[in-house]
């Protein structure tokens, strides 16, 4: 399995950015996908997850209302949309997949199989 992300890059405070991660190798469908981040001197945090149907979503506390989760299976595709960002959510972005089908989210860096390579966001205030 491959996860290539991308859609990063400079963004003013109050804008908007979409995120996106391409997974090959294997059938989209049998995976829950994440999206981390991690600033400089800090640990990777989850910022989203979706299981493998969209039934179930998680955002940590500090996006909720400004960022959304999404994906499209016959894609092979997951997003991250994000809609009035702030400095503090400079970051590398990485997404990740965890073979599982089942309701439940997981939120620990080390729940997740594969990870793609970091698409860095730089939000200027």
């Known amino acids: 399995v491959q996860l290539q992300a991308s859609g990063g890059g400079l963004v003013q405070a109050g804008g908007s950015v979409r995120l996106s991660c391409a997974l090959s190798?294997?059938?989209?469908?049998?995976?829950?996908m994440g999206w981390f981040r991690q600033a400089p001197g800090e640990e990777r945090e989850l910022v989203a997850a979706i299981n493998w149907n969209s039934e179930t979503t998680f955002y940590t506390d500090s996006v909720k209302g400004r960022f959304n989760i999404s994906r499209v299976d016959a894609k092979k595709m997951v997003y991250l949309q994000m809609n009035r960002v702030k400095p503090e959510d400079t970051a590398i972005y990485y997404c990740a997949a965890k073979d599982y089908r089942g309701s439940h989210y997981y939120t620990g860096f080390g729940d997740y199989d594969y990870w793609g390579q970091g698409t860095l966001v730089t939000v200027s205030s």
């Open positions: 190798g294997r059938p989209f469908s049998n995976y829950a």
